[in-house]
């Protein structure tokens, strides 16, 4: 297949992080030539995607558009399929998968989607070569996306396979880490200048600190992953992606860093959080101490303290919740000034314990639940931080 032809190539995001994927691509020199729901599109080559797959940190899957055509039925789906030339993209000795999303009529389950187009790329390499490559649900090696809407169907490599959203350090578990890409996009939002303090107390597994630790260090995600799905296209060179890996090591700086400090009361959280800082390269970036939040170590001035509490499921987790949000609103108030502070949480009952006025609330789902980035700006000497009557009061 020739990597140098230009094509319409979509990148999938999570609700809610389009302006951070956007403002990546922008600093990649892309521009957005359309939208949907849950992802950007802009113009390149295979190339392209090789370049967007090791560099985004905030992106799900990179998608290069190969054909879009009429279909209103799986016959008629079959057939634009198999009379599509798979022989230039999947190697006649390769494996390949299939997913896809599709809202046509009488299709209750993808998987049917998925089994036609197999079978329809299979019987195209039957009848062209007398054998086929091999096919199954392995996302591993080449993988194929279908997006089947309105009587119309456009084909895809999805040139990342597994999920770039997963960024390859997570050695170790905590309660309820974040998802790289949505860390990433978090700090993207917040609009951290990589170089004044990143103060992260309550950092669990450490995600938001090894993501501020990478961001400001030029560490891109491609530096810890080996395999993507661009690499089981027929006709792959790897010239392109050692250039782009090269590229990426050599970006690396250690010089001028900012101070992160990553702080948290249980060991176990702390343990996760350097196991996961040791496989990102990042560990002597970062400060971590085993503390209550309130002790965290309040480095340099200005920057940023971000804070991903708890914020449990049952009422009575709540209530026992309550007030450690009151006593973060007081550490803000107390310990923060001329930082901006950010509480990011599942539950808006508990954010308004914290008891501060926010500046700004942006939306965010996080493993299916609607959070908020609560933004509080702290400020330093006469301009009083304003307080909510109601903080401890119960609703
Ligand atoms: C939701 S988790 C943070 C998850 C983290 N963002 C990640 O990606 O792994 C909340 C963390 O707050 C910590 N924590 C709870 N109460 C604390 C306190 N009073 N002081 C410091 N840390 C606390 C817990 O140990 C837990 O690791």
Not at 310 to 335: A, C, S, T
Request: proline content about 3%; charged content about 25%; glycine content about 8%.
């Amino acid at each position: 297949m020739n990597f140098d032809t230009s094509q319409k190539i979509l990148i999938t995001h999570a609700l809610h992080t389009e302006n951070a994927l956007r403002g990546e691509l922008q600093q990649l020199g892309y521009k957005v030539i359309g939208r949907d729901r849950l992802n950007v599109s802009v113009n390149g080559t295979l190339k392209d995607a090789i370049r967007l797959n090791l560099k985004l940190r905030t992106a799900h899957r990179v998608l290069y558009h190969l054909n879009t055509f009429k279909a209103f039925d799986l016959g008629r789906l079959y057939k634009k399929i198999k009379g599509y030339d798979w022989t230039d993209i999947i190697p006649l000795n390769g494996y390949f998968s299939i997913n896809s999303y599709s809202n046509q009529k009488g299709i209750r389950d993808n998987r049917i989607v998925n089994l036609k187009v197999k079978d329809a790329i299979a019987d195209h390499f039957m009848e062209a070569k007398g054998e086929r490559p091999d096919s199954g649900k392995d996302s591993s090696q080449l993988s194929l996306f279908v997006y089947w809407v309105d009587n119309t169907c456009s084909v895809y490599i999805d040139t990342s396979g597994e999920s770039i959203a997963k960024h390859g350090y997570r050695l170790e578990g905590w309660k309820a880490p974040l998802s790289e890409a949505l860390a990433a996009s978090i700090i993207v939002n917040t609009g951290w200048d990589s170089k004044s303090p990143f103060i992260n107390p309550m950092c669990g597994s450490g995600t938001l600190a090894i993501e501020a630790a990478l961001m400001a260090s030029k560490r891109y995600p491609g530096l810890s992953r080996s395999n993507y799905s661009f690499m089981h296209i027929n006709g792959y060179d790897s010239a392109y992606y050692k250039e782009v890996k090269k590229e990426i090591e050599d970006q690396v700086t250690d010089q001028d860093l900012p101070q992160i400090i990553a702080t948290d009361i249980h060991a176990g959280a702390l343990r996760a959080a350097k196991a996961n800082a040791k496989w990102a390269g990042v560990l002597d970036l970062i400060q971590f101490s085993r503390c209550k939040f309130q002790d965290t170590l309040m480095v340099g001035e200005g920057g940023i303290v971000i804070m991903n509490p708890e914020y449990g499921e049952r009422m009575g987790q709540v209530d026992q919740l309550k007030p450690i949000y009151g006593h973060i609103g007081d550490f803000f108030k107390n310990d923060c000034k001329g930082r901006t502070g950010y509480v990011f949480t599942g539950n808006p009952e508990l954010a308004k314990s914290v008891g501060l006025r926010t500046k700004r609330k942006l939306p965010f789902l996080n493993a299916m639940i609607e959070c908020r980035l609560l933004e509080y700006e702290l400020y330093e000497g006469t301009k009083k931080l304003s307080r909510k009557p109601d903080r401890y009061s119960p609703s």
